[in-house]
């Protein structure tokens, strides 16, 4: 028997091998609450415009209301030679209704309605994400404000650089976050309008109202341009676009997380909660969460690289091509949700060791900047020549296997006269970080501030800015 969706014309059955590349049932199965969605707003637009009857449309609502049920509870058979979610759906409602389930179809096409489908779809994984990333943010600025004072090493090269706060390098991930928010958000303007009523890709010459049923699915309006609304997965390229930057921004946190929990650094601890142990090795705890977030990043990046590489070559409308879609989209999605939530738990979980993170901002002379500002602000030295003058003192501490501040005043003085004892007080790291006040600078005092003034935004209302 052929295909009876679609197979007036054909006599024969596919060959298995047909039927094994062409269904899509196992992936686009997850898209079974928005097809009933779509299919019911189709149904009440074309009762609406007397293209169906109210009573029909009725049965069609109420059958459709019966299979989202049942494929909610997992009692739904869902069949392979009826290729997809479309197809079982409306065979599935012929069962419960009868001859008036050939009806919904009406002014509709699987190209239509899997463009409206997959864009519900991204738009709920869109507002799940934003939400996801408001929770981390949120973990964020709150574990900033407690550790806004813990001074730690800041990096350049991985080389210690300057000293920092804790609190400020967890806050840069809160605007590295908001950005990301940023991102989701501007794609979610864009997907939100509808393809529904563009028909297989030239539109219909029934009178259906697409301004009806993209209200209805909360889209801001209809697609203008049918062949444009069946073909494009812009929608789709844009998340994952956003999603590879933001899982770009997790791994390198993940990162930060394995240098700094190795025992060589030492500068955190992640509990048991977000650790492993070794099979053999009965000391190790290993960062597990942090290292698979860090590979999660490979899976969405590689969802955009292979649909850009589906749709490159593909001329207008709808071709069969786009039902691979769905599947590293959703893969992906799913791999950068996962990543999010193991993030935040691991930011909730980690704690400081501030010894460690103090001793280690003071080694290397961290505070060398700090003296040869000094030697600007209080000796009105030219800044080139301070940091001469510095590189001199930092090179005798150095050979005598001293910190900056151990070194004798003397010493300091046989290089460079005019140094007073009052030097000694930037040398410190704390009052190193306590003088970085410059707006966006790493002292305790804005930490708290902008910690405080996120907190609050984000309780208002989750906003990004
Ligand atoms: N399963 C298909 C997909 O995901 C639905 C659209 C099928 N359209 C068609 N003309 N065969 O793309």
Redesign the pocket.
């Known amino acids: 028997m052929s295909n009876k969706m ?1 197979g007036g014309r054909f006599t024969d059955r596919p060959d298995a091998i047909m039927e094994e590349i062409n269904v ?1 049932i196992d ?2 199965r997850h898209l079974y609450a928005q097809d009933i969605t779509a299919s019911k707003a189709h149904a009440a637009m074309l009762a609406a415009q007397g293209i169906i009857t109210a009573n029909d449309a009725k049965n069609i609502g109420k059958g459709l209301d019966t299979i989202l049920s049942e494929i909610g509870a997992g009692k739904f058979t869902f069949k392979r030679a009826l ?4 197809m079982n759906v409306e065979s599935r409602l012929a069962e419960l209704i009868g001859p008036a389930a050939g009806r919904l179809h009406t002014a509709r ?3 239509d ?2 463009a409206t489908d ?1 864009r519900l779809y991204v738009r709920d994984v869109l507002d799940e994400t934003d939400a996801a990333l408001a929770a981390l943010q949120q973990a964020l600025a709150e574990r900033a404000l407690e550790q806004a004072e813990t001074v730690m090493p800041g990096f350049t090269h991985l080389q210690t650089a300057q000293p920092v706060t804790f609190g400020h390098h967890l806050m840069a991930y809160v605007e590295m976050v908001a950005r990301d928010r940023g991102r989701f958000q501007d794609a979610r303007k864009r997907l939100n309008e509808s393809p529904l009523g563009a028909a ?1 890709l030239a539109g219909t010459s029934f009178p259906i109202d697409r301004h009806a049923t993209a209200a209805k699915l909360g889209f801001d309006r209809p697609m203008a341009n049918s062949l444009d609304a069946v073909s494009d997965r812009d929608f789709v390229l844009e998340t994952l676009s956003a999603a590879s930057i933001c899982a770009v921004h997790l791994s390198r946190f993940a990162e930060e997380i394995v240098i700094w929990t190795s025992p060589l650094v030492g500068l955190i601890r992640l509990s048991d909660k977000f650790t492993t142990g070794s099979s053999i090795m009965p000391q190790k705890r290993n960062p597990d969460a942090a290292e698979l977030v860090r590979a999660k990043t490979g899976r969405v990046i590689g969802a955009l690289n292979g649909l850009l590489i589906v749709m490159k070559g593909l001329p207008l409308a ?1 071709q ?1 091509d ?2 691979e ?2 599947q590293g989209a959703m893969e992906g999605f799913a791999a950068l949700s996962l990543a999010i939530r193991a993030i935040t738990g691991m930011v909730r979980d980690l704690e400081p060791e501030p010894e460690r993170m103090k001793a280690a901002a003071g080694e290397g002379y961290a505070t060398a900047t700090d003296l040869a500002d000094w030697l600007v602000r209080t000796l009105k030295m030219p800044f080139r020549e301070a940091h001469h003058v510095t590189g001199r003192i930092v090179g005798l501490a150095a050979k005598k296997g001293v910190a900056l501040h151990e070194l004798p005043l003397a010493e300091m003085q046989g290089i460079e006269k005019r140094i007073t004892k009052d030097v000694l007080a930037v040398l410190s790291v704390e009052s190193s970080v306590k003088s970085r006040t410059s707006y966006g600078g790493t002292a305790p005092k804005n930490v708290r501030s902008q910690a405080k003034a996120w907190l609050k935004r984000l309780a208002k209302n989750g906003k990004t800015r």
């Open positions: 679609w899509s992936v686009d290729e997809d979610i479309h096409s699987r190209n309605q899997v997959f297989a709808y069969k786009m039902q879609d769905k």
